[in-house]
């Protein structure tokens, strides 16, 4: 230790003095200004990393209320608010309802992969950088076929301009997709193309049709049975959900443009399936098989499942002709499915799962399974009674309808397969087929009616 009289006037004293009294501050305070790194060099050193530490808390309590979200939403769900303005199907209500579905057509609710699901923010993050959205998806195709359905039931030309201007959007002069066609879920909108085409309003609508059916018949990858799978990176799994978006397409684009390829594709697709997909206990669909085993994936008698699979059948049977030699298979599936699903039938409302004992009610599943019902009623499918079961559908659907025409207790998107959130609420999937249940169903009770009319007249004739 140095000692250092006060009167001790030497240079080295002097020195020492100052170094004694300013012990960490810069030598030449003329040239370097004293800074606390200079004076303390530890102290930057745990300033960073309390500053990392307080960062990294704060990454994890977000990441973990991103996480705890979906669960509490879990928690708290519950069936879509009861107040409605109708208990059954009017002129008032199919009217708003059809206008709720075209201006759901024209700007389409963000509900796809985000509040309309149980995964986590961070999750659909990931899922939106790796699968964008799209405006050519399942969900808009569902939309579109209600509005072509009230057109086709009613001689109502309403909401085809909104469909035009739709498909428009999708392509340009040429019949081109604006955007990389890759999915089968992009492909389901063929159908509302053609339907275009047939109407001769373009021939750009038949280019896209050309389009899609190539990507499906020569680009999309199969399986070692030569059917389409879902996704390109699983080869074997086949979904219930392509026979609904591909099978009606690709039946109808074989019958207007003379492709006896695309005619034979959807066939199989529905063939193999009703093979391999169907629960032989139950007479209900698998959400999946596996191609090669056959063995099936996921719980029979997922309510829109058997929905994609009953209009996959139903508007497939639409644009076959009669004399084809699966017809007969085809239209007995689509009777056996109406059998099938009639025992799980409640207050006009089938569950998410039907083999849930009181499951919560899915109004999309309900929607689908009962304008197939109707598309099959009319093509002499399915035996006239069961006509109730879908007028009681209806019914049910339109009490979860809001007074805006908005229909309500969907079950939300889909995760994969067995994965099914417990959520519910308005989703494109329930509005499009709503009304295509309302306008095949207030047509059919129509002509009912008119002949009904047309026979106590022609009775009344005969006693004169």
């Not at 047939?198 to 680009?219: I, P, T, W």
């Not at 009319?378 to 879908?390: E, K, T, V």
């Not at 809001?402 to 889909?414: I, K, R, S």
């Amino acid at each position: 230790m140095t000692t250092i009289r006060a009167n001790d006037d030497t240079p080295a004293a002097d020195s020492a003095i100052r170094d004694a009294s300013t012990p960490c501050q810069a030598q030449n305070p003329e040239t370097e200004k004293p800074s606390i790194s200079n004076a303390c060099p530890h102290i930057p050193s745990i300033k960073r990393w309390k500053a990392a530490c307080t960062l990294i808390s704060v990454a994890l309590a977000l990441l973990l209320f991103l996480e705890i979200a979906p669960i509490a939403r879990k928690l708290t769900a519950h069936t879509w608010p009861s107040k409605h303005p109708w208990r059954e199907l009017n002129s008032d209500s199919f009217q708003i309802i059809r206008q709720a579905t075209i201006t759901q057509l024209e700007d389409p609710p963000q509900i796809l992969r985000s509040s309309a699901n149980d995964a986590s923010r961070l999750e659909r993050g990931i899922r939106s950088i790796l699968r964008p959205d799209d405006a050519n998806f399942w969900p808009t195709a569902c939309l579109a076929l209600g509005i072509q359905a009230a057109i086709a039931s009613n001689a109502d030309e309403t909401g085809l301009q909104e469909i035009r201007t739709y498909c428009d959007s999708l392509v340009d002069e040429t019949g081109t997709f604006r955007r990389q066609v890759n999915t089968v879920d992009q492909c389901m909108i063929g159908y509302t193309m053609l339907d275009l085409y047939e109407k001769g309003l373009g021939s750009r609508y038949r280019f896209a049709a050309d389009n899609l059916a190539g990507f499906l018949l020569h680009k999309h990858i199969r399986s070692r049975s030569q059917c389409l799978p879902y996704r390109s990176g699983a080869p074997e799994a086949m979904l219930v959900d392509t026979l609904g978006m591909i099978c009606p397409f690709l039946a109808r684009y074989g019958r207007t443009l003379s492709s006896p390829e695309a005619v034979d594709l959807a066939v199989r697709q529905l063939a193999e399936f009703l093979q391999y997909g169907i629960d032989v206990k139950t007479g209900l669909p698998h959400h999946a098989y596996r191609a090669g085993d056959g063995a099936g994936y996921g719980p029979p008698g997922w309510s829109r499942g058997v929905g994609w699979l009953a209009i996959g059948l139903a508007e497939t049977l639409r644009h076959l002709p009669r004399e084809h030699k699966d017809y007969a298979q085809l239209s007995q599936a689509l009777s056996a499915l109406a059998r099938a699903v009639e025992p799980y039938q409640k207050d006009g409302l089938w569950p998410w799962s039907m083999l849930i004992p009181n499951g919560t009610t899915d109004t999309s599943g309900t929607a689908m399974i009962a304008y197939a019902m109707e598309v099959g009623m009319d093509l002499g499918c399915i035996d006239p009674r069961y006509s109730h079961i879908s007028e009681q559908a209806l019914n049910g659907i339109i009490r979860h309808t809001d007074q805006n025409g908005v229909v309500g207790q969907a079950l939300a998107e889909c995760q994969g397969v067995g994965h099914y959130p417990n959520l519910f609420g308005p989703a494109p999937w329930a509005q499009g087929p709503t009304l295509a249940l309302a306008a095949t169903l207030q047509h059919r009770m129509s002509r009912d009616g008119n002949n009904a009319r047309r026979t106590d007249s022609a009775t009344r004739h005969d006693k004169q």
